[in-house]
C-alpha cells in the first residue's frame, strides 16, 4: 500500500513536470487554431486527461509534445467539424420553419384584435379559449363556471357578432 501511495505520487509529479512543460506550447497552438482562448485552454485539459492514462507508457518525455500536438489538432478538427454540423441543422432547421411561416397581415390581425375587444366578456372569453387555446366545451364550461350549453350559446353569439362586422372574415 506503501509502495502504491509512492508509485501515486511519482506518477503525479511526472504529470505536472510534463504539463508544466508542455502546456504553453499547447495552449498557443489551441490559441492559434480557434482563435478562442477560453476553447483552446479546453483543447488542452482534454488532450492532457487524455494523456493520463497513458503516462506510465511514455518512455521519452520528449515524445509527449508530438502527442499533444496530434491530440490537439485533432480535437480541434473535431470541435469545428460538430460546430459545422450544429450549424448546418439549425440553418435547415431555421428554413423550414419559415417555410412553414408566414408573415401576420397586421391589418387583419389588428382588425380581428379590435373586433374581439368589441365583444362581451364572456363571449370573448369563450371564443379565445375555444378558437385559440382549442379547448373543449366541457374544460372552458370548467373555466368560466358555467354549463357546457352555455358556452355553446356565448360562442355561438360571438361568432355572429363577429361576422356583422365587415373588416372580419371568420
Request: with cysteine.
Amino acid at each position: 500500500m506503501v509502495a502504491d501511495m509512492g508509485a501515486e505520487q511519482g506518477h503525479a509529479s511526472r504529470l505536472a513536470e510534463v504539463y508544466v512543460r508542455s502546456a504553453p506550447a499547447g495552449f498557443r497552438l489551441a490559441y492559434l487554431l480557434t482563435g478562442d482562448r477560453v476553447l483552446a485552454e479546453d483543447l488542452v485539459q482534454e488532450a492532457f486527461l487524455r494523456f493520463v492514462g497513458r503516462l506510465h507508457h511514455l518512455r521519452e518525455p520528449e515524445a509527449f509534445d508530438a502527442y499533444l500536438r496530434r491530440t490537439i489538432v485533432n480535437l480541434s478538427k473535431d470541435t469545428f467539424r460538430r460546430r459545422a454540423v450544429e450549424r448546418s441543422y439549425l440553418e435547415r432547421r431555421t428554413a423550414e420553419l419559415r417555410e412553414g411561416h408566414t408573415d401576420r397581415d397586421v391589418a387583419s390581425y389588428e382588425s380581428m384584435r379590435t373586433a374581439l375587444l368589441s365583444l362581451p366578456q364572456r363571449q370573448r372569453a369563450a371564443i379565445v379559449l375555444r378558437y385559440y387555446e382549442d379547448l373543449h366545451e366541457s374544460e372552458i364550461a370548467d373555466l368560466l363556471r358555467c354549463r357546457p350549453a352555455t358556452v355553446r350559446s356565448l360562442v355561438a353569439r360571438g361568432l355572429e357578432a363577429l361576422r356583422k362586422i365587415p373588416e372580419v372574415t371568420t
